[in-house]
Protein backbone atom coordinates (compact mmCIF):
# COMPACT_ATOMS: atom_id res chain seq x y z
CA UNK A 1 0.00 0.00 0.00
CA UNK A 2 1.10 3.70 -0.90
CA UNK A 3 1.84 5.51 2.39
CA UNK A 4 3.24 7.89 4.75
CA UNK A 5 5.28 6.32 7.53
CA UNK A 6 6.74 8.23 10.63
CA UNK A 7 9.01 6.24 13.56
CA UNK A 8 8.98 5.87 16.01
CA UNK A 9 5.53 6.33 17.37
CA UNK A 10 6.53 7.82 21.05
CA UNK A 11 9.94 9.36 21.62
CA UNK A 12 11.50 10.80 25.09
CA UNK A 13 14.39 12.83 24.65
CA UNK A 14 17.52 13.54 27.54
CA UNK A 15 18.53 16.65 28.26
CA UNK A 16 21.23 17.97 25.79
CA UNK A 17 20.74 14.54 23.47
CA UNK A 18 19.57 15.20 19.81
CA UNK A 19 17.08 12.85 18.46
CA UNK A 20 16.00 11.70 15.44
CA UNK A 21 12.22 11.34 13.68
CA UNK A 22 12.23 8.85 10.51
CA UNK A 23 9.93 9.90 7.80
CA UNK A 24 9.27 7.61 4.43
CA UNK A 25 7.25 8.04 1.83
CA UNK A 26 6.37 5.17 -0.97
CA UNK A 27 3.91 7.92 -2.85
CA UNK A 28 6.18 9.17 -5.26
CA UNK A 29 5.68 12.51 -4.33
CA UNK A 30 8.22 15.48 -4.62
CA UNK A 31 7.32 17.81 -2.20
CA UNK A 32 7.83 16.88 1.81
CA UNK A 33 6.83 18.81 4.86
CA UNK A 34 7.51 18.57 8.48
CA UNK A 35 5.14 20.09 11.39
CA UNK A 36 4.69 20.76 14.69
CA UNK A 37 1.33 20.35 16.94
CA UNK A 38 1.08 21.64 20.44
CA UNK A 39 -1.66 21.09 22.30
CA UNK A 40 -4.81 23.16 21.33
CA UNK A 41 -2.89 24.88 18.54
CA UNK A 42 -2.79 24.26 14.78
CA UNK A 43 0.28 22.82 12.51
CA UNK A 44 3.43 25.08 12.47
CA UNK A 45 5.28 24.59 9.51
CA UNK A 46 9.08 23.43 10.55
CA UNK A 47 11.04 22.82 7.42
CA UNK A 48 9.94 21.84 3.77
CA UNK A 49 11.08 20.26 0.76
CA UNK A 50 10.51 20.31 -2.71
CA UNK A 51 13.15 18.93 -4.27
CA UNK A 52 15.73 16.19 -3.62
CA UNK A 53 18.58 17.94 -2.12
CA UNK A 54 17.15 21.16 -1.38
CA UNK A 55 15.19 22.24 2.06
CA UNK A 56 13.80 25.89 2.98
CA UNK A 57 13.11 26.92 6.79
CA UNK A 58 9.45 27.03 8.02
CA UNK A 59 8.42 29.33 10.65
CA UNK A 60 9.72 27.63 13.26
CA UNK A 61 13.11 26.08 12.60
CA UNK A 62 15.33 26.93 15.12
CA UNK A 63 16.73 24.14 16.63
CA UNK A 64 15.37 21.98 14.19
CA UNK A 65 17.66 20.04 10.80
CA UNK A 66 16.83 18.49 8.09
CA UNK A 67 18.16 16.64 5.09
CA UNK A 68 16.99 15.13 1.77
CA UNK A 69 18.74 12.73 0.41
CA UNK A 70 16.56 10.10 -1.49
CA UNK A 71 13.18 11.50 -2.45
CA UNK A 72 11.37 8.55 -0.75
CA UNK A 73 13.01 10.11 2.90
CA UNK A 74 12.89 13.07 5.12
CA UNK A 75 14.31 12.78 8.48
CA UNK A 76 14.03 15.27 10.75
CA UNK A 77 16.80 16.20 13.98
CA UNK A 78 15.59 17.58 17.32
CA UNK A 79 18.64 19.10 17.99
CA UNK A 80 19.78 20.02 21.88
CA UNK A 81 19.12 23.71 20.92
CA UNK A 82 15.30 23.03 20.84
CA UNK A 83 14.59 23.82 24.51
CA UNK A 84 11.02 22.70 24.19
CA UNK A 85 10.47 20.33 22.20
CA UNK A 86 7.54 18.34 23.75
CA UNK A 87 5.48 18.21 21.31
CA UNK A 88 3.56 15.95 18.05
CA UNK A 89 5.41 15.97 15.00
CA UNK A 90 3.34 15.28 11.72
CA UNK A 91 5.65 14.50 8.25
CA UNK A 92 3.41 14.90 5.31
CA UNK A 93 4.66 14.65 1.29
CA UNK A 94 2.76 15.82 -1.62
CA UNK A 95 2.64 16.60 -5.22
CA UNK A 96 3.58 20.69 -5.62
CA UNK A 97 0.30 22.08 -4.32
CA UNK A 98 -1.56 19.34 -3.93
CA UNK A 99 -3.44 18.10 -1.43
CA UNK A 100 -0.82 16.45 1.55
CA UNK A 101 -1.04 13.28 2.67
CA UNK A 102 -0.11 12.77 6.15
CA UNK A 103 1.79 10.12 8.70
CA UNK A 104 0.71 9.04 11.80
CA UNK A 105 2.67 11.71 13.81
CA UNK A 106 5.82 11.20 16.39
CA UNK A 107 5.05 12.34 20.21
CA UNK A 108 7.88 13.94 21.70
CA UNK A 109 8.67 14.05 25.53
CA UNK A 110 11.49 14.93 27.43
CA UNK A 111 12.92 12.86 30.62
CA UNK B 1 -1.58 39.59 12.07
CA UNK B 2 -1.73 35.71 11.19
CA UNK B 3 -0.92 34.60 7.62
CA UNK B 4 -4.11 32.23 8.08
CA UNK B 5 -7.04 32.94 10.42
CA UNK B 6 -9.81 30.66 11.15
CA UNK B 7 -13.03 31.63 12.96
CA UNK B 8 -12.75 31.24 16.67
CA UNK B 9 -14.52 28.43 18.56
CA UNK B 10 -15.58 25.86 19.60
CA UNK B 11 -18.50 25.86 17.29
CA UNK B 12 -21.78 24.24 18.20
CA UNK B 13 -24.46 23.09 16.29
CA UNK B 14 -27.68 20.88 16.34
CA UNK B 15 -27.48 17.41 14.19
CA UNK B 16 -28.90 18.15 10.86
CA UNK B 17 -27.95 21.41 10.84
CA UNK B 18 -25.22 23.54 8.34
CA UNK B 19 -21.99 24.20 9.97
CA UNK B 20 -19.95 27.27 8.25
CA UNK B 21 -16.43 27.71 9.13
CA UNK B 22 -14.25 30.17 7.94
CA UNK B 23 -10.62 31.45 6.83
CA UNK B 24 -8.75 34.20 6.27
CA UNK B 25 -5.36 34.53 5.05
CA UNK B 26 -3.29 37.40 4.03
CA UNK B 27 -0.59 36.31 1.17
CA UNK B 28 -2.04 37.59 -2.25
CA UNK B 29 0.06 35.14 -3.52
CA UNK B 30 -1.67 31.79 -2.71
CA UNK B 31 -2.70 29.36 -4.71
CA UNK B 32 -3.96 26.56 -3.21
CA UNK B 33 -6.91 26.23 -0.43
CA UNK B 34 -7.08 22.88 1.89
CA UNK B 35 -9.40 21.81 4.71
CA UNK B 36 -8.46 18.56 6.53
CA UNK B 37 -10.09 17.50 9.54
CA UNK B 38 -7.82 16.12 12.86
CA UNK B 39 -10.03 13.99 15.03
CA UNK B 40 -8.03 14.15 18.73
CA UNK B 41 -4.88 12.22 18.80
CA UNK B 42 -4.78 11.63 15.26
CA UNK B 43 -3.32 12.89 11.88
CA UNK B 44 -5.48 15.38 9.68
CA UNK B 45 -6.73 14.04 6.59
CA UNK B 46 -8.17 15.57 3.78
CA UNK B 47 -11.84 17.33 3.81
CA UNK B 48 -11.60 19.70 0.22
CA UNK B 49 -9.22 21.57 -1.75
CA UNK B 50 -10.02 24.86 -3.96
CA UNK B 51 -7.77 26.40 -6.30
CA UNK B 52 -10.63 28.67 -8.45
CA UNK B 53 -12.55 31.36 -7.04
CA UNK B 54 -16.71 29.83 -6.52
CA UNK B 55 -18.14 26.90 -5.23
CA UNK B 56 -16.72 23.28 -4.73
CA UNK B 57 -19.09 20.29 -3.68
CA UNK B 58 -18.38 17.04 -2.64
CA UNK B 59 -21.25 15.47 -0.89
CA UNK B 60 -22.53 17.12 2.52
CA UNK B 61 -19.02 19.60 2.15
CA UNK B 62 -19.09 22.89 0.14
CA UNK B 63 -15.92 24.89 0.00
CA UNK B 64 -16.26 28.54 -1.19
CA UNK B 65 -13.17 30.58 -2.55
CA UNK B 66 -13.12 34.47 -2.88
CA UNK B 67 -9.62 35.67 -3.70
CA UNK B 68 -9.96 39.25 -4.02
CA UNK B 69 -11.23 39.01 -0.18
CA UNK B 70 -8.58 36.50 0.88
CA UNK B 71 -11.95 34.20 2.17
CA UNK B 72 -12.24 30.90 1.98
CA UNK B 73 -15.22 28.67 3.85
CA UNK B 74 -16.15 25.27 4.46
CA UNK B 75 -20.02 24.37 4.81
CA UNK B 76 -20.96 21.25 6.61
CA UNK B 77 -24.84 20.63 5.50
CA UNK B 78 -26.83 17.85 7.22
CA UNK B 79 -23.95 17.89 10.10
CA UNK B 80 -23.57 14.27 12.24
CA UNK B 81 -22.19 13.87 15.34
CA UNK B 82 -19.28 12.17 13.53
CA UNK B 83 -18.21 15.32 11.98
CA UNK B 84 -17.24 16.30 15.81
CA UNK B 85 -13.36 17.55 15.27
CA UNK B 86 -11.28 20.13 14.58
CA UNK B 87 -10.93 21.89 11.35
CA UNK B 88 -8.20 22.69 10.13
CA UNK B 89 -7.63 25.68 6.97
CA UNK B 90 -4.55 25.71 5.22
CA UNK B 91 -2.77 28.07 2.48
CA UNK B 92 -0.13 27.13 -0.26
CA UNK B 93 1.81 29.96 -1.77
CA UNK B 94 3.07 29.42 -5.21
CA UNK B 95 6.71 28.62 -3.79
CA UNK B 96 5.21 25.95 -1.75
CA UNK B 97 5.12 26.86 1.37
CA UNK B 98 2.47 25.75 3.40
CA UNK B 99 0.52 27.50 6.15
CA UNK B 100 -2.33 26.15 8.10
CA UNK B 101 -4.57 28.22 10.52
CA UNK B 102 -5.05 27.49 14.20
CA UNK B 103 -8.46 25.42 13.83
CA UNK B 104 -12.15 25.47 14.44
CA UNK B 105 -13.32 22.82 17.08
CA UNK B 106 -17.13 21.62 15.80
CA UNK B 107 -19.27 19.51 18.16
CA UNK B 108 -22.56 18.57 16.26
CA UNK B 109 -24.84 17.39 19.34
CA UNK B 110 -27.28 14.90 18.96
Known amino acids: DGGITQSPKYLFRKEGQNVTLSCEQN?????MYWYRQDPGQGLRLIYY???????QKGDIAEGYSVSREKKESFPLTVTSAQKNPTAFYLC??????????FGDGTRLSIL | QKEVEQNSGPLSVPEGAIASLNCTYSDRGSQSFFWYRQYSGKSPELIMF????GDKEDGRFTAQLNKASQYVSLLIRDSQPSDSATYLC??????????FGDGTTLTVKP
Open chain 1, 27 to 31: LNHDA
Open chain 1, 92 to 101: ASSLRNQPQH
Open chain 2, 90 to 99: AVNTNAGKST
Open chain 1, 49 to 55: SQIVNDF
Open chain 2, 50 to 53: IYSN
